[in-house]
């Protein structure tokens, strides 16, 4: 080696680090890819070059291809697709395919260095051919290498073309110091496309276990199905609005990549802690309803009470009959127990049907409501052993008398507990640093700004900007949702007018508010979930306390 020769390769080894230190920290394939290829042109000088990856274990497809005498970039970040055919590792009677050389390379497990093409013996080069005749180009020194990972298994084929002269500018061959080199940068490229790989692959696997894990949860429930899916959508599109907006107190407020997703994956798992709800709760559709809706029982012992009332009369008509009175005296008095029967069964069927309203829970209970469900209760019927039985149970008239929706106190608090359930369970993962707020963003959306929330009792300065954007995403798709047992699906106008009203009673983030309102946000999700019944005209003018 000369004393300028030296320098040179000192530079080339300088380079060849730096470019392995590059491939470890990128994390787009493509990028990635064009990387590999660009920087073992540079530090072997080669005028071209093409990489490929192997796929399904038959083929190798073309990946990136770059050449600048031909001024030609395809693949990867260029936008431009590559229009050749992956090359076949294996015939079609199922032989190697040894003619071509990176097909060769792969199966041997060798590098392939050619000093001139045209004078080839052991490979097939009329492709090769007919390209420099279509393009005027000088296809000469090949220099083709199997890219290996830490497995040992070959995941691709690095190849380069025409090694050009530094002094000369004439095509040269591949010297072996340059084999050397480029063999190291592909054991370290290949290292680094396994590993971006891999990590793409747990990633992926990460973000499916989660999605079917909230799927899970929706099939459990069919009166919350596609909550757990509809939430992290909103999540995201108010959150990117919170980013994009220009003014206001949230102008400064940004996320970057990493946090985004920090944020998605919490909306993906607000809710997990419904997995162990029993479905009796979540799934109850009436106030009365257990194993089955016990409106029907209550049904039943109404029309038992009309009969009992209707046999009562006949035995008093009975009586009078026998009695020694006759006359108009008499009949006055059978008149009178037969218009009070049909008063009677008439006032059973209006008070069937209260209960029968009541039991859906869609209205709120007034203290009259209340005080009818206990008249009620003291209706008495005769069972079968010809004793008086109270009407209602005790646990009946306490589910009917429910003020509002249909769950009792004790059920509620076995709905609040999942968000303490959530917590135990995402506080018990072991994250990676860029989702260490994944617990904190997807536990605070029952939390209220004013600290009346559940169940922390956090104050808005105590919250984040993502946590308080799950909370509106996760009250208006509530208030949105079809599938509701207690609850018709709301209108946009509706629903904005109730939020409206949360914000003025510091549950739910002002300024959050008016970006979901003034971005329209509620819109762009109404054109993508809702019923078209549901996306009426909004004068957000009407709304209370938005702010434009």
Known sequence: MTDQQHPYLLKRLERLNAIGVALSAERDNKRLLEMILLGAKEITNADGGTLYTIIDNKQLKFEIMSNKTLNLAMGGTTGKEIPFLPLPLYLEDGSPNLTTVAAYATLNDKTVNIANAYQAQDFDFAGTRKFDEKTGYHSQSFLTIPMKNHEDEIIGVLQLINAIDIDTNEIIPFSAANQRLVESLASQAAVAMTNQD?????????????????????????????????????????????????????????????????????????????????????????????????????????????????????????????SSKSGNGQAESISKLVLACEAFKAKCDDDRDFLRKSNFGSERMTPEDQQRILDIATYTIINAEGKPEAFLSENEVYNLNIVRGTLTAEEREIINNHIVVTINMLDSLPYPNDLKRVPEYACGHHERMDGRGYPKGLTREQMSVPARVLGIADIFEALTSKDRPYKKAKTLSESLHILGKMKLDHHIDPDLFDIFVREKIYLKYAHEFLEPEQIDEVDETKIPGYQP
């Open 198 to 322: 891999l990590i793409k692959g747990l990633k992926g696997l990460f973000e499916a276990f989660i999605e079917l894990m909230a799927e899970a949860i929706d099939q459990k429930s069919p009166y919350t199905g596609g909550h757990c899916r509809r939430v992290p959508e909103l999540t995201m599109m108010l959150g990117q609005a919170a980013i994009d907006t220009k003014t206001g107190p949230l102008k400064d407020f940004t996320l970057n990549e990493k946090e985004f997703y920090e944020l998605k994956i919490a909306g993906w798992l607000h809710d997990c802690g419904k997995v162990i709800t029993p479905e009796s709760v979540m799934d109850k559709p009436t106030k009365l309803s257990a194993i089955f809706d016990r409106i029907n029982l209550i049904d039943q012992r109404f029309e038992l009470l009309k009969s009992q009332a209707e046999c009562d009369l006949l035995k008093k008509q009975l009586a009078a009959l026998q």
